[in-house]
């Protein structure tokens, strides 16, 4: 498990954060419904080349979670500029996945954010987006965060699982499902459910062009939450390059495929 042991007031919600390794810095940027243990299998491999940054969304992990907390995509990208603030970061390297994409993404051309290299994949980028389950839960919020416990975590690990071309294994279940349970988590994970709006992006879609940055997409071939076609979208416009498909993966690229997210990126640096 990575360790978060650093608190940041930020939008006025506790942000938890962590650091490790040593060299240029490389922040990386998790997505929903899931939390900076997304990278447990992802950062110990960096730390000889990188000093990665890895923090939990608002509303999300370890960071704080509350009633009434704007946890939408709107909020995410100020954090994230506050955080390079804090951090003293000036270009980093980073690694982004789902709303972390659509997070990067809007720091980019919204908050005026700048890369050293973008590494993103199967990222929420692209209109149309948001499952079934996303657009049901948006009308009946309410219903959802009052299930008794036993249905919430039965709906959750389902949900959970599909993010995954193979079997997750026990682990990792209870890794992504720790955060949402409990008087104050599963209120939390509708709460972040229903704020998913696709105006976030419609907003910042417009502006997408080639970056200043070499970008790296990829995508899990088998992704049945954002079609293949997406990243190949996506590539085009902000990389002028081919989307990099991943074989035997799904949404959750660091679950199916972690030794090609560590390859891709060793190969990006091109320093050892």
Same mark, same amino acid.
């Given at each position: 498990?990575?360790?978060?042991?650093?608190?940041?007031?930020?939008?006025?919600?506790?942000?938890?954060?962590?650091?490790?390794?040593?060299?240029?810095?490389?922040?990386?940027?998790?997505?929903?419904?899931?939390?900076?243990?997304?990278?447990?299998?992802?950062?110990?491999?960096?730390?000889?080349?990188?000093?990665?940054?890895?923090?939990?969304?608002?509303?999300?992990?370890?960071?704080?979670?509350?009633?009434?907390?704007?946890?939408?995509?709107?909020?995410?990208?100020?954090?994230?500029?506050?955080?390079?603030?804090?951090?003293?970061?000036?270009?980093?390297?980073?690694?982004?996945?789902?709303?972390?994409?659509?997070?990067?993404?809007?720091?980019?051309?919204?908050?005026?954010?700048?890369?050293?290299?973008?590494?993103?994949?199967?990222?929420?980028?692209?209109?149309?987006?948001?499952?079934?389950?996303?657009?049901?839960?948006?009308?009946?919020?309410?219903?959802?965060?009052?299930?008794?416990?036993?249905?919430?975590?039965?709906?959750?690990?389902?949900?959970?699982?599909?993010? &995954?071309?193979?079997?997750?294994? $026990?682990?990792?279940? *209870? %890794?992504?499902? @720790?955060?949402?349970?409990?008087?104050? /988590?599963?209120?939390?994970?509708?709460?972040?459910?229903?704020?998913?709006?696709?105006?976030?992006?419609?907003?910042?879609?417009?502006?997408?062009?080639?970056?200043?940055?070499?970008?790296?997409?990829?995508?899990?071939?088998?992704?049945?939450?954002?079609?293949?076609?997406?990243?190949?979208?996506?590539?085009?416009?902000?990389?002028?390059?081919?989307?990099?498909?991943?074989?035997? &993966?799904?949404?959750?690229?660091? $679950?199916?495929?972690? *030794? %090609?997210?560590? @390859?891709?990126?060793?190969?990006?640096? /091109?320093?050892?």
């Amino acid at each position: 498990m990575l360790d978060l042991p650093n608190t940041s007031i930020i939008e006025g919600s506790a942000v938890r954060w962590g650091k490790s390794g040593d060299g240029p810095p490389l922040v990386a940027i998790h997505g929903t419904p899931f939390s900076s243990q997304v990278w447990r299998r992802i950062v110990p491999p960096l730390t000889d080349r990188r000093t990665v940054y890895y923090f939990d969304l608002v509303g999300y992990g370890q960071s704080e979670m509350r009633e009434g907390q704007d946890v939408s995509l709107a909020v995410q990208n100020r954090v994230l500029a506050a955080l390079f603030a804090e951090w003293g970061l000036d270009r980093p390297e980073v690694l982004a996945h789902d709303f972390g994409g659509a997070t990067a993404l809007r720091g980019y051309y919204l908050s005026g954010l700048r890369y050293a290299s973008l590494t993103i994949f199967d990222a929420v980028a692209l209109a149309p987006w948001g499952s079934p389950l996303v657009q049901h839960v948006r009308q009946h919020e309410a219903a959802f965060s009052g299930m008794p416990d036993y249905m919430h975590r039965a709906v959750l690990r389902a949900y959970l699982q599909t993010a &995954a071309h193979n079997p997750l294994s $026990e682990e990792a279940l *209870e %890794v992504y499902s @720790a955060p949402w349970l409990g008087p104050v /988590g599963q209120p939390a994970f509708y709460r972040q459910i229903a704020q998913m709006d696709q105006t976030y992006t419609d907003e910042v879609e417009p502006l997408y062009d080639r970056m200043d940055c070499p970008v790296t997409v990829l995508w899990g071939r088998n992704d049945d939450w954002i079609p293949y076609e997406k990243g190949e979208a996506l590539a085009a416009t902000i990389a002028g390059t081919a989307c990099i498909p991943i074989p035997d &993966a799904g949404h959750l690229v660091q $679950e199916d495929r972690p *030794e %090609v997210l560590v @390859a891709q990126l060793v190969k990006g640096w /091109g320093d050892g």
